[in-house]
């Protein structure tokens, strides 16, 4: 069974930064690329990024270009989403989902980012 | 890389059949065979019931059937169920290798 295991939620202050994790287990890691979605309050889905856990190429929405980096541990099977320079528009749910079909999906982690 | 567009709701009694639209572009739905839909219940993470256009993984009803025509492509939800009441989103590649979502429509089961 393919799953995608995600770190727990944080809370943030304006101006800092995040970094949440998404652990793959149930297919070769390095098959698929690995996206981030952002779930904001009224706002619907985002697609933020992806990384290619051969290479560790990635991919980056405009929106997030300056302010996101994605990356892959093959040693653990596990992506990480760091955010930097927080805002409280950032108050948000976060998932992975790897491949083109977005199958399955991480459970989700809650972002708040509140002074 | 401007949102795809889905209405914002779509209703339909039990047993009826509706369909959703996601239009996009000649620079992702219009060019490319992937797009997927995703249904989200609240305070649920999404699933996928269409991926590349038409397909349904395995375990998704066959009630869920997807379609594209030119820059725009169609969920359809037949024999609707109380249980299809959620958020619908679709996504498409794109030409400059990013993905974009739709705005999400809210089903709702009269």
């Known amino acids: 069974e393919v799953r995608l295991e995600q770190s727990g939620a944080e809370l943030r202050k304006p101006g800092t930064t995040v970094k949440v994790s998404c652990k793959a287990s149930g297919y070769s890691f390095t098959d698929y690329y690995i996206h981030w979605v952002q779930e904001a309050p009224g706002r619907g889905l985002e697609w933020m990024g992806l990384?290619?856990?051969?290479?560790?190429?990635?991919i980056y929405a405009e929106r997030f270009q300056d302010r996101v980096t994605i990356t892959a541990d093959t040693s653990t099977n596990t992506s990480f989403m760091e955010l930097s320079s927080l805002s409280s528009e950032d108050t948000a749910i976060y998932y992975c989902?790897?491949?083109?079909?977005?199958?399955?999906w991480g459970q989700g982690t809650l972002v708040t980012v509140s002074s | 890389q401007s949102a795809l567009t889905q209405p914002a709701s779509v209703s339909g009694s039990p047993g009826q059949s509706i369909t959703i639209s996601c239009t996009g572009t000649?620079?992702?739905?219009?060019?490319?065979?992937?797009v997927n839909w995703f249904q989200q219940h609240p305070g649920k993470a999404p699933k996928v019931l269409i991926y590349?256009?038409?397909k349904r993984p395995s375990g998704i009803s066959n009630r869920f059937s997807g379609s594209k025509s030119g820059t725009t492509a169609s969920l359809i939800i037949s024999g609707l169920q109380a249980d299809d009441e959620a958020r619908y989103y679709c996504?498409?590649?794109?030409?400059?290798?990013?993905?974009?979502f739709g705005g999400g429509t809210k089903v709702t089961v009269l």
């Open positions: 590349a256009v038409n």
């Open positions: 989902s790897p491949g083109g079909d977005f199958d399955p």
């Open positions: 990384v290619d856990p051969e290479n560790g190429e990635t």
């Open positions: 996504n498409s590649l794109t030409r400059s290798g990013t993905w974009v």
């Open positions: 000649s620079s992702d739905v219009g060019t490319y065979d992937y």
